[in-house]
């Protein structure tokens, strides 16, 4: 616990953190106000001019869609946070001494896993009030009731707290494959938003080249893709089921944080 401590006070010692909270709420209130829009159309009965399925065109589909928004955005900034919780002891240089201080470098890597779970928490914790709050008097406003009785929001809820503790431990392990700070916030950030939609283009493109509408599901491959199928309520052409996603993310948690810990073991610290 006092490893664990220690990268919380690491991290809450520098300014960074605030930046990136304050890009997770501007992305917040840029996401809900798109979504507040969307449930409106869709429930307004012009879900098919918009391209929304049957199963999202409900109340409880698009309430879950509106409490987490902001979720693209805030998932990069927090995996920014578990890249930063690694590189920073190599950009200040104090590998060294941290490595001295524990020489079991297992436990320091799982004390920052652990401690970047956490902020994963707090960071869902905070959007989510602001969702909660904010979606509720928008639904309520408009005669739809919070909706958060329903199983298909508190499963949204959950699970958008699985995405956020998940991609803070990406983090870490980009930032133990990648210690060179400024290369691997980069290579982070463009391969999450560029990479993103490059691999939906390219299965948007197979999809074509196959003729097959059925490939496209296997975007979900794509860890920022199984973020949102995980939180999605029901199925279609394009989209698996949401446990799909769940287990894509935790495949990619699991390998994460086993490579963080054994590049880390094996790395000359000097």
């Known amino acids: 616990m006092n490893l664990v401590r220690s990268e919380l006070l690491k991290i809450r010692t520098t300014s960074t953190w605030w930046w990136l909270a304050i890009g ?9 106000a798109i979504n507040a829009w969307l ?8 879900a098919e001019e918009i391209g929304v399925s049957a199963e999202q065109a409900t109340a409880p589909a698009q309430a879950a869609n509106l409490y987490t928004s902001g979720q693209y955005l805030g998932l990069m900034f927090v995996m920014l946070i578990g890249i930063l919780m690694v590189t920073n002891e190599f950009f200040h240089q104090t590998a060294t001494t941290t490595f001295l201080t524990t020489p079991r ?13 956490l902020l994963g928490f707090m960071f869902w914790l905070a959007t ?7 979606g509720a008097i928008f639904l309520s406003a408009n005669d739809y009731g919070t909706q958060l009785g329903e199983w298909p929001v508190q499963r949204a809820l959950l699970f958008n707290l699985l995405a956020y503790a998940i991609w ?11 210690t060179n700070q400024l290369g691997a916030v980069i290579t982070a950030a463009v391969l999450y938003l560029i990479g993103t939609q490059v691999v939906g283009l390219l299965f948007l493109l197979l999809s074509n080249v196959l003729d097959s ?14 973020s949102q199928v995980m939180i ?12 799909v996603g769940a ?4 495949g990619y948690a699991l390998v994460s944080g086993i490579a963080g810990i054994l590049l880390t073991r094996r790395r000359d610290i000097a």
């Open 39 to 46: 449930l409106v159309t869709t429930l307004g009965g012009d």
């Open 24 to 32: 997770a709420f501007l992305s917040i209130a840029l996401a809900f």
């Open 105 to 117: 470098r297992t436990s320091v890597i799982v004390s920052k896993l652990v401690a970047a779970s």
């Open 232 to 243: 999605t309520e029901g199925t279609s052409e394009f989209t698996p089921s949401w446990w």
């Open 247 to 250: 287990l894509v993310l935790i």
């Open 128 to 134: 989510t009030l602001i969702d909660l709050a904010a």
């Open 168 to 178: 803070t431990i990406l983090g870490v392990g980009i930032g133990t494959l990648i």
């Open 213 to 226: 509408q059925a490939v496209l599901k296997w975007q979900v491959v794509w860890p920022a893709v199984a």
